[in-house]
């Protein structure tokens, strides 16, 4: 049986919803999010903070979940991949990737659109160059990028037509 | 469940707490953003009781101004850094040099201070517990031997931050925050030609600000690096370049180089040029000198011939452009 | 009244079935399965690379409160392998241990930290064996073998000529060899290896969830190294993170996850690290190439001698197959006369390679289009033309190793990318450090012969219709993300005439869903969709006859709109669902069944030991511009553009073929700029995605695809393979635009900045010495 483990107490807030958790010190956020909670929508793959498939919304922004400690996001506000469906309807960069086969294999898909949702709600008008700019820290190994970036910028698009920011 | 080795967690509001809990904690270590001290923990490179977590201490977060300079917070994040107006019409490099630190989502909670006191990184280092152990260690940690330069006793491990140079080039200066109080150096004197040493941190003692002089705001200035990938990627060799002009020739210049050493190192003998006039010879011979003073060894995949090439192509380069 | 029409799905770009999963976070991938009483698998890896095993003491791990299991190499002492001729493999190493990281004993503890501190305490005894990296070393005089049955580690060697080499050289005017090395290259798919093993001991049952490509090979080896019987195991394809070749062969994680689970008597998960994934490998081998070719001074190609050598690894793998491919692919491209082919596969103290996409074929076909390149020039022949001279004359052709070739659409490619890319107004004319280049590939669509041979169909389709309507596509096809089962359901519902709608889909279980070889080496389009195609008109003959029977017609008189199945126009006809129900009459849920087999004429050449390799129904064909622009002083090449043409036969699924394409072109890409592999002392060091180059968004191109569609006489509505071929082709045409560039011609991959700095540098050096 392993040793005793130091912990913390943990109050935040996961995808719209308060939490109080205690959590061991040593806790990466991915692993809080998947096996805690069990949000596996958020992919580990790499061994640290190489591959963005884990990347998630903390306070808006978005960070790798693999190189975050749990205990270090006390009052933070956490968003994942599950948050972007309203009631089950995909957010527009959900149908993006969807439609226009921005995933494939799909395993970076969650940590591609968290990056890209972190993006357009920062600027909701960005140039491709921008929209590379916004996801270089994500790989994928299926797409080639090229369905990714028009993805983007279906959900771009679509969300302009409608006036308001994603 | 990824395996994490056991520590405890601390998280102090002030640098005066993090400092206290530094001292009084066996085998501490503060981290900030963690874009690189978590991977070297999950690694077993790192092996810390007592993780001082700094991401709560809000006084390092700030960027103000006075008639003495530029003051940034060591917690500043790379973005905040890349995208201040102040520093991007200022202090150019710096902007580029931020926004160059692996990808963009490193750069929204890697911090400034981070990058500047990350550890000189090599190929026979930068691996899992497993490797290291089936490769006997190395110097740099736990080892007797160098694999870079076999049977060497020195380690070459070099220093790959990103946004050191451009700091050099203008003369920065740090306040550092120990258990005997606050001191105030040259960033350059923070750093010494070791790989396993290559910080002259006092135990305990944490960056805090980082000051830019008034005097220099608004000296042109760049930074570029080479790297394989156009994201994620540590520096092959970076150099930042400040470059003031007057009636056409040289007044004042200044290079420092990042991923060629064990150190970010000023370019020795940039004097020499003021009062010249920039022309394709003293920017050839500028570029030697460069090369000359650059050692990168085999601490990457990509061989150090190349990467002394390119260290004086860029100096070479961002100079020419300066000049105009 | 509205026309009615049966609705058309084939050739319409269509969002893949599974996608709303994928998008929303619920696609389950296997490290997802957690359930409450799961063991964590962790396995203990060799140090060493070569070594005879003295003594695995786990006494102190298995001491360990919370430890489970800890099983070794006495676990199980049957061999596993794709190759019924070749598996020498052991899931936990026996006797011997053969490459640093392979497994050799695995924990199962209640949580991770104690399977670690579990692992940390295995005492490994090894007696330290002459290791070899390369296979030059392998090779040698007096070396020390690897495996008993492999004299100086040759796993195999290929010798053959077809045709009349020599006359074909002395007919030529112009001879040429050069040597190309390629390094070795991994698939670096995103989802890390994942495994998730249920024993049951009262029913003595084992369920499997692993990500593989080849389910029923998995299932296979499991119960050969599990001892149990096949009716025992359940296999499942839970979503997979990528393939690319990596997962087209049962892997030691399944196997382990396995035996540690009954050992434990419960349920283990095993999750290995990137690291790990590196280590099981399975990419493409480190291949040596050296060719000559002769060509007519009107640049017609005479002869080819050519020869291989893959650095395999220390295990067979598809190796054989590997070797052999390397050189039957070289037919089917180009018209060739003559041809002599020698292939050495060797076994080294590294991690067995595998059948990465592309697999044989890549670096073969990357020397040969290289040298014609550099012949072309030298006869001053423009690039893109020396390829038309050569073409098959099709599309009935036979080789000269007996492929079978129906359609042939690389003329078209060929003009595509012409057109496409300026290529005469531009090509030559791009101004300094600017280069266009171009090349082409061709790829089998499924190898005729299967790995195993039953006597089954190659493929097997079931279609379940149901009293509600609606039709549930059975295939045990791994979805990997290539989109099969959207294909799948493509073919049926185009032969059925309705909505994709009315299908739902389940596959990869071996409880519910037919068995199936497999997503490798592009057959599962070809094959699975023909069996769909039969099942649907078999689902199809069963409904025509009973809205017959309703109608009170011949089944020859009914007309099946989709939705409505009627007698004659002036006939109201009857609904999908009153069909439905009809045809439920006495019989009940209906199962249609479709198969899909091989014509033996594709079977391949029997003039050498190992000529069904490359037999194919159908190849697909690509031309591809590549431009690039490089820096001077740093050497940093960036890819422009791309222009891709692909002979798919029948662009099924537009959007997805668009989405092989691409993908495919990129991961040539990768290999050509950036990727590789590197040891030291046998231990790899580029083992993660920060030292492993797989290309970032920021460097990678605009890539404009021109599907071509020959139509294959056999091919689903005339489909043929669509995600590999244009990886094969970009290489060559990256190197020939690198070559328009620079003056210079980089040989071997990949071309990074520093190797091209070399290159130009020692020719610049050379050319003063000259003068």
């Given at each position: 049986m392993s040793e005793k483990r130091n912990k913390t107490l943990l109050h935040c807030t996961v995808n719209g919803k308060e939490r109080d958790d205690v959590v061991k010190d040593n806790l990466l956020l991915a692993d809080y999010l998947r096996e805690e909670i069990g949000l596996t929508g958020t992919k580990i793959g790499c061994d640290g903070g190489e591959c963005g498939c884990c990347t998630v919304l903390i306070d808006g922004v978005p960070q790798h979940a693999c190189l975050r400690l749990a205990a270090t996001c006390q009052e933070a506000e956490i968003e994942t991949i599950e948050a972007l469906a309203e009631q089950n309807r995909l957010s527009a960069l959900q149908r993006g990737f969807h439609e226009k086969l921005g995933t494939q294999c799909g395993f970076c898909t969650p940590g591609m659109i968290m990056a890209a949702e972190g993006m357009l709600r920062e600027n909701p008008n960005p140039s491709e160059d921008e929209i590379r700019q916004g996801l270089a820290a994500n790989l994928c190994r299926c797409t080639g990028y090229v369905k990714i970036i028009e993805a983007v910028q279906f959900a771009i698009d679509e969300l302009g037509s409608k006036g308001k920011a994603a | 469940m990824e395996y994490m080795p056991n520590f405890q967690l601390h998280r102090p509001e002030s640098a005066a707490e993090a400092v206290k809990l530094h001292s009084e904690n066996t085998a501490a270590l503060y981290v900030a953003g963690g874009t690189d001290m978590i991977v070297n923990v999950r690694r077993g490179i790192e092996q810390p009781e007592n993780l001082i977590d700094l991401s709560a201490v809000t006084e390092l977060k700030a960027i103000t101004e006075d008639k003495e300079g530029l003051h940034i917070g060591a917690g500043v994040t790379l973005k905040e850094v890349s995208g201040n107006e102040h520093i991007v019409s200022n202090y150019q490099a710096v902007a580029e040099a931020a926004a160059a630190v692996a990808g963009i989502t490193h750069q929204q909670y890697g911090t400034l201070g981070g990058n500047l006191c990350l550890d000189t990184r090599c190929l026979f280092y930068n691996q899992s517990e497993w490797w290291r152990q089936s490769n006997d260690y190395c110097l740099k940690a736990r080892g007797e031997t160098c694999h870079v330069a076999s049977g060497g006793k020195r380690c070459f491990a070099a220093f790959s931050g990103d946004v050191a140079p451009s700091l050099l080039v203008y003369q920065a200066e740090v306040d550092l925050v120990g258990p005997e109080g606050t001191r105030r150096i040259p960033l350059a004197e923070m750093y010494q030609n070791d790989g396993l040493d290559h910080l002259t941190l006092k135990p305990g003692e944490l960056l805090t600000v980082i000051h830019l002089p008034k005097a220099l705001a608004g000296c042109p200035s760049r930074y570029e690096k080479a790297r394989i990938r156009g994201s994620i990627d540590y520096p092959l060799a970076g150099a930042a370049v400040r470059l003031e002009m007057a009636d056409g020739n040289v007044k004042d210049l200044a290079i420092a180089l990042t991923g060629v050493n064990p150190y970010p190192q000023i370019v020795k003998g940039t004097d020499d040029y003021a009062g010249d006039a920039l022309d394709e010879e003293s920017l050839d011979k500028l570029r030697d000198n460069v090369r000359k003073q650059a050692k990168p060894m085999k601490t990457t995949t990509v061989a150090p011939w190349y990467r002394r090439r390119v260290i004086g192509a860029l100096a070479r380069r961002l100079t020419a452009e300066l000049a105009g | 009244m509205n026309e009615i029409k049966p609705t058309k799905t084939i050739g319409v770009p269509t969002p893949l079935v599974d996608g709303p999963e994928k998008v929303a976070g619920k696609a389950q991938y296997s490290a997802d399965f957690m359930p409450s009483d799961c063991l964590i698998g962790r396995i203990f890896r060799s140090p060493v690379a070569h070594a005879e095993i003295i003594d695995v003491d786990i006494s102190a791990a298995q001491a360990l409160p919370g430890v489970k299991a800890v099983i070794t190499g006495d676990e199980t002492d049957e061999a596993y392998g794709i190759l019924p001729i070749a598996r020498f493999e052991y899931p936990l190493a026996r006797e011997k241990v053969r490459y640093k990281g392979e497994p050799v004993a695995c924990v199962a503890a209640i949580d991770v930290e104690t399977a670690q501190k579990a692992i940390d305490l295995i005492k490994f005894k090894y007696k330290e064996l002459p290791s070899y990296t390369t296979a030059q070393e392998a090779m040698a005089e007096g070396v020390v073998n690897i495996h008993d049955n492999r004299e100086r580690n040759i796993e195999r060697e290929v010798d053959y000529d077809l045709g009349e080499v020599d006359e074909g050289f002395e007919a030529a005017d112009l001879i040429m060899e050069e040597t190309f090395n390629c390094t070795e290259i991994a698939q670096a798919q995103m989802e890390p290896h994942a495994a998730i093993a249920e024993y049951d001991p009262t029913r003595d049952f084992m369920t499997v969830h692993a990500s593989t490509q080849v389910p029923y090979y998995g299932h296979l080896m499991l119960a050969k190294i599990l001892k149990m019987e096949e009716s025992q195991i359940r296999m499942i394809k839970p979503f997979v993170g990528g393939g690319f070749g990596c997962r087209t062969e049962c892997l030691n994680v399944e196997l382990i996850c396995a035996l540690v689970a009954r050992a434990a008597g419960g349920t283990v998960r095993i999750v290995v690290s990137r690291e790990e994934s590196f280590i099981t490998h399975r990419g493409r081998p480190?291949?040596?190439?050296?060719?000559?070719?002769?060509?007519?001074?009107?640049?017609?190609?005479?002869?080819?001698?050519?020869?291989?050598?893959?650095?395999?690894?220390?295990?067979?793998?598809?190796?054989?197959?590997?070797?052999?491919?390397?050189?039957?692919?070289?037919?089917?491209?180009?018209?060739?006369?003559?041809?002599?082919?020698?292939?050495?596969?060797?076994?080294?103290?590294?991690?067995?390679?595998?059948?990465?996409?592309?697999?044989?074929?890549?670096?073969?076909?990357?020397?040969?289009?290289?040298?014609?390149?550099?012949?072309?020039?030298?006869?001053?022949?423009?690039?893109?033309?020396?390829?038309?001279?050569?073409?098959?004359?099709?599309?009935?052709?036979?080789?000269?190793?007996?492929?079978?070739?129906?359609?042939?659409?690389?003329?078209?490619?060929?003009?595509?990318?012409?057109?496409?890319?300026?290529?005469?107004?531009r090509k030559g004319k791009m101004g300094p450090y600017k280069g266009l280049g171009i090349a082409c590939g061709h790829y089998p669509s499924g190898a005729s012969k299967p790995v195993n041979w039953s006597g089954e169909p190659h493929a097997t389709v079931h279609l379940k219709l149901d009293w509600d309507g609606s039709i549930t596509l059975l295939t045990g096809a791994p979805e990997i993300g290539q989109g099969s089962t959207t294909m799948a359901t493509q073919c049926a519902a185009e032969v059925l005439g309705v909505d994709m709608s009315r299908?739902?889909?389940?596959?990869?279980?071996?409880?519910?869903?037919?068995?199936?070889?497999?997503?490798?080496?592009?057959?599962?389009?070809?094959?699975?969709?023909?069996?769909?195609?039969?099942?649907?008109?078999?689902?199809?003959?069963?409904?025509?006859?009973?809205?017959?029977?309703?109608?009170?017609?011949?089944?020859?008189?009914?007309?099946?709109?989709?939705?409505?199945?009627?007698?004659?126009?002036?006939?109201?006809?009857?609904?999908?669902?009153?069909?439905?129900?009809?045809?439920?009459?006495?019989?009940?849920?209906?199962?249609?069944?479709?198969?899909?087999?091989?014509?033996?004429?594709?079977?391949?050449?029997?003039?050498?030991?190992?000529?069904?390799?490359?037999?194919?129904?159908?190849?697909?064909?690509?031309?591809?511009?590549?431009?690039?622009?490089?820096?001077?002083?740093?050497?940093?090449?960036?890819?422009?553009?791309?222009?891709?043409?692909?002979?798919?036969?029948?662009?099924?699924?537009?959007?997805?073929?668009?989405?092989?394409?691409?993908?495919?072109?990129?991961?040539?890409?990768?290999?050509?700029?950036?990727?590789?592999?590197?040891?030291?002392?046998?231990?790899?060091?580029?083992?993660?995605?920060?030292?492993?180059?797989?290309?970032?968004?920021?460097?990678?191109?605009?890539?404009?695809?021109?599907?071509?569609?020959?139509?294959?006489?056999?091919?689903?509505?005339?489909a043929k393979e669509a995600g590999e071929t244009s990886l094969v082709s970009f290489i060559p045409a990256f190197v020939s635009a690198v070559t328009d560039a620079l003056g210079v011609r980089p040989l071997d991959l990949p071309v990074t900045p520093d190797r091209l700095m070399e290159l130009v540098e020692n020719s610049t050096s050379n050319k003063e010495a000259a003068e």
């Amino acid at each position: 049986m392993s040793e005793k483990r130091n912990k913390t107490l943990l109050h935040c807030t996961v995808n719209g919803k308060e939490r109080d958790d205690v959590v061991k010190d040593n806790l990466l956020l991915a692993d809080y999010l998947r096996e805690e909670i069990g949000l596996t929508g958020t992919k580990i793959g790499c061994d640290g903070g190489e591959c963005g498939c884990c990347t998630v919304l903390i306070d808006g922004v978005p960070q790798h979940a693999c190189l975050r400690l749990a205990a270090t996001c006390q009052e933070a506000e956490i968003e994942t991949i599950e948050a972007l469906a309203e009631q089950n309807r995909l957010s527009a960069l959900q149908r993006g990737f969807h439609e226009k086969l921005g995933t494939q294999c799909g395993f970076c898909t969650p940590g591609m659109i968290m990056a890209a949702e972190g993006m357009l709600r920062e600027n909701p008008n960005p140039s491709e160059d921008e929209i590379r700019q916004g996801l270089a820290a994500n790989l994928c190994r299926c797409t080639g990028y090229v369905k990714i970036i028009e993805a983007v910028q279906f959900a771009i698009d679509e969300l302009g037509s409608k006036g308001k920011a994603a | 469940m990824e395996y994490m080795p056991n520590f405890q967690l601390h998280r102090p509001e002030s640098a005066a707490e993090a400092v206290k809990l530094h001292s009084e904690n066996t085998a501490a270590l503060y981290v900030a953003g963690g874009t690189d001290m978590i991977v070297n923990v999950r690694r077993g490179i790192e092996q810390p009781e007592n993780l001082i977590d700094l991401s709560a201490v809000t006084e390092l977060k700030a960027i103000t101004e006075d008639k003495e300079g530029l003051h940034i917070g060591a917690g500043v994040t790379l973005k905040e850094v890349s995208g201040n107006e102040h520093i991007v019409s200022n202090y150019q490099a710096v902007a580029e040099a931020a926004a160059a630190v692996a990808g963009i989502t490193h750069q929204q909670y890697g911090t400034l201070g981070g990058n500047l006191c990350l550890d000189t990184r090599c190929l026979f280092y930068n691996q899992s517990e497993w490797w290291r152990q089936s490769n006997d260690y190395c110097l740099k940690a736990r080892g007797e031997t160098c694999h870079v330069a076999s049977g060497g006793k020195r380690c070459f491990a070099a220093f790959s931050g990103d946004v050191a140079p451009s700091l050099l080039v203008y003369q920065a200066e740090v306040d550092l925050v120990g258990p005997e109080g606050t001191r105030r150096i040259p960033l350059a004197e923070m750093y010494q030609n070791d790989g396993l040493d290559h910080l002259t941190l006092k135990p305990g003692e944490l960056l805090t600000v980082i000051h830019l002089p008034k005097a220099l705001a608004g000296c042109p200035s760049r930074y570029e690096k080479a790297r394989i990938r156009g994201s994620i990627d540590y520096p092959l060799a970076g150099a930042a370049v400040r470059l003031e002009m007057a009636d056409g020739n040289v007044k004042d210049l200044a290079i420092a180089l990042t991923g060629v050493n064990p150190y970010p190192q000023i370019v020795k003998g940039t004097d020499d040029y003021a009062g010249d006039a920039l022309d394709e010879e003293s920017l050839d011979k500028l570029r030697d000198n460069v090369r000359k003073q650059a050692k990168p060894m085999k601490t990457t995949t990509v061989a150090p011939w190349y990467r002394r090439r390119v260290i004086g192509a860029l100096a070479r380069r961002l100079t020419a452009e300066l000049a105009g | 009244m509205n026309e009615i029409k049966p609705t058309k799905t084939i050739g319409v770009p269509t969002p893949l079935v599974d996608g709303p999963e994928k998008v929303a976070g619920k696609a389950q991938y296997s490290a997802d399965f957690m359930p409450s009483d799961c063991l964590i698998g962790r396995i203990f890896r060799s140090p060493v690379a070569h070594a005879e095993i003295i003594d695995v003491d786990i006494s102190a791990a298995q001491a360990l409160p919370g430890v489970k299991a800890v099983i070794t190499g006495d676990e199980t002492d049957e061999a596993y392998g794709i190759l019924p001729i070749a598996r020498f493999e052991y899931p936990l190493a026996r006797e011997k241990v053969r490459y640093k990281g392979e497994p050799v004993a695995c924990v199962a503890a209640i949580d991770v930290e104690t399977a670690q501190k579990a692992i940390d305490l295995i005492k490994f005894k090894y007696k330290e064996l002459p290791s070899y990296t390369t296979a030059q070393e392998a090779m040698a005089e007096g070396v020390v073998n690897i495996h008993d049955n492999r004299e100086r580690n040759i796993e195999r060697e290929v010798d053959y000529d077809l045709g009349e080499v020599d006359e074909g050289f002395e007919a030529a005017d112009l001879i040429m060899e050069e040597t190309f090395n390629c390094t070795e290259i991994a698939q670096a798919q995103m989802e890390p290896h994942a495994a998730i093993a249920e024993y049951d001991p009262t029913r003595d049952f084992m369920t499997v969830h692993a990500s593989t490509q080849v389910p029923y090979y998995g299932h296979l080896m499991l119960a050969k190294i599990l001892k149990m019987e096949e009716s025992q195991i359940r296999m499942i394809k839970p979503f997979v993170g990528g393939g690319f070749g990596c997962r087209t062969e049962c892997l030691n994680v399944e196997l382990i996850c396995a035996l540690v689970a009954r050992a434990a008597g419960g349920t283990v998960r095993i999750v290995v690290s990137r690291e790990e994934s590196f280590i099981t490998h399975r990419g493409r081998p480190e291949t040596d190439v050296e060719i000559k070719i002769g060509l007519t001074k009107d640049g017609m190609i005479t002869a080819v001698d050519f020869k291989a050598i893959q650095r395999g690894g220390a295990y067979s793998g598809y190796g054989i197959v590997t070797i052999l491919y390397a050189g039957g692919m070289m037919f089917g491209l180009y018209d060739l006369p003559a041809v002599r082919y020698k292939g050495f596969r060797v076994l080294t103290n590294t991690p067995p390679c595998g059948a990465m996409r592309g697999h044989g074929v890549t670096n073969v076909r990357y020397a040969f289009e290289s040298l014609l390149d550099k012949m072309a020039d030298e006869l001053g022949i423009d690039t893109l033309e020396i390829r038309r001279k050569n073409l098959l004359q099709g599309p009935k052709y036979e080789t000269l190793n007996e492929m079978f070739i129906n359609s042939y659409g690389l003329p078209e490619c060929l003009d595509w990318v012409e057109k496409a890319s300026d290529w005469k107004k531009r090509k030559g004319k791009m101004g300094p450090y600017k280069g266009l280049g171009i090349a082409c590939g061709h790829y089998p669509s499924g190898a005729s012969k299967p790995v195993n041979w039953s006597g089954e169909p190659h493929a097997t389709v079931h279609l379940k219709l149901d009293w509600d309507g609606s039709i549930t596509l059975l295939t045990g096809a791994p979805e990997i993300g290539q989109g099969s089962t959207t294909m799948a359901t493509q073919c049926a519902a185009e032969v059925l005439g309705v909505d994709m709608s009315r299908f739902q889909s389940l596959t990869s279980d071996s409880k519910f869903t037919p068995k199936d070889n497999g997503s490798y080496s592009s057959r599962v389009t070809y094959m699975v969709g023909n069996a769909s195609i039969d099942a649907a008109t078999n689902l199809k003959n069963i409904l025509i006859e009973a809205a017959a029977k309703k109608l009170e017609v011949k089944p020859e008189d009914v007309e099946c709109l989709g939705e409505v199945y009627r007698a004659g126009t002036q006939d109201e006809g009857l609904t999908f669902n009153e069909v439905v129900k009809e045809a439920l009459v006495g019989t009940g849920t209906i199962t249609a069944k479709g198969n899909f087999d091989t014509l033996p004429e594709s079977w391949g050449t029997k003039k050498y030991r190992g000529g069904a390799i490359s037999g194919s129904m159908a190849y697909a064909y690509a031309a591809q511009v590549v431009e690039v622009s490089i820096d001077p002083e740093t050497f940093e090449i960036t890819v422009e553009k791309v222009w891709a043409a692909q002979d798919v036969g029948k662009a099924l699924n537009p959007l997805a073929v668009e989405g092989q394409i691409e993908g495919s072109v990129w991961m040539g890409m990768g290999q050509a700029i950036s990727e590789g592999t590197e040891y030291v002392n046998g231990l790899g060091i580029t083992n993660s995605m920060l030292d492993y180059k797989v290309p970032t968004i920021i460097e990678s191109p605009p890539i404009e695809v021109g599907i071509i569609e020959s139509v294959d006489p056999h091919g689903p509505f005339g489909a043929k393979e669509a995600g590999e071929t244009s990886l094969v082709s970009f290489i060559p045409a990256f190197v020939s635009a690198v070559t328009d560039a620079l003056g210079v011609r980089p040989l071997d991959l990949p071309v990074t900045p520093d190797r091209l700095m070399e290159l130009v540098e020692n020719s610049t050096s050379n050319k003063e010495a000259a003068e």
